[in-house]
């Protein structure tokens, strides 16, 4: 079965520094990888994923994340971040079939002005 | 607008008093899940539904129900709830569940109980 590690469970930041939240999987077979974030009292909504193709991943707000297959690893990453980026953001990782997402246990990045 | 909706967004009852949370989307997407979100545990599935009348437990699954008797429904059933049933609960849905499609969470549903 395929599981997820978010390694850092907070993130301080300064605003406009850049940031990176890191994941790593496990799995047997060929992943699926996805980053969700949670804004404060709101549902999580996707921020990008990769399914095949290029390693780097562009997603909405700025970010972006690589998949790294050696490392087996998909970090998060902003050059700039800003305080409405304050929010909980979750690796998440699938396999092909029917088979759920699995959610890492999530990093809470916090923006400092 | 398209959108999973859940209802109540906040409850407060009582260790075995039968309680439903609904949910409800208009994507008429074939996917539907339940997750529980806890304090450093992440979000774990509670159950899933491929689709109409097809349901199948998640990883917790232990005093919850489901039912999927519309594709656009998909209640939560909590038969006799307990205080570790405390906890934040969110549906989502997607186009179908191969594992690469998009989930659309609802604003979830914080629950206690006492």
């Known amino acids: 079965a395929q599981s997820v590690t978010q390694l850092d469970s907070q993130v301080p930041v300064f605003e406009e520094a850049p940031v990176e939240l890191r994941c790593n999987y496990s799995s047997s077979v060929s992943v699926y990888l996805f980053w969700y974030v949670q804004y404060p009292n709101q549902g999580l909504q996707l921020l990008l994923k990769?399914?095949?193709?290029?390693?780097l991943v562009k997603g909405i707000n700025g970010f972006e994340a690589e998949f790294n297959k050696s490392q087996t690893s998909f970090h998060l990453r902003k050059p700039s971040v800003h305080i409405s980026d304050t929010a909980e953001y979750f690796c998440?990782?699938?396999?092909?079939?029917?088979?759920?997402?699995?959610f890492g246990k999530g990093t809470r990045l916090s923006v400092i002005a | 607008e398209a959108q999973v909706t859940q209802n109540p967004r906040y409850l407060i009852t009582v260790t075995g008093k039968k309680l439903t949370v609904t949910c409800s989307q208009n994507?008429?997407?074939?996917?539907m899940s339940w997750y529980r979100q806890d304090p450093g545990l992440g979000l774990r599935q509670i159950y899933y539904s491929m689709n109409v009348e097809v349901t199948d437990k998640g990883d917790v699954p232990e005093g919850y129900k489901v039912s999927r008797k519309e594709k656009r429904n998909f209640p939560l059933i909590l038969e006799s709830p307990s205080p570790n049933q405390t906890s934040l609960y969110f549906c989502a849905s997607s186009r179908g569940g191969t594992g690469t499609y998009e989930q659309y969470f609802g604003p979830g549903t914080r629950l206690t109980v006492t």
């Open positions: 990769y399914l095949s193709g290029s390693t």
């Open positions: 994507m008429n997407h074939e996917y």
């Open positions: 998440a990782v699938s396999v092909p079939g029917n088979t759920p997402l699995v």
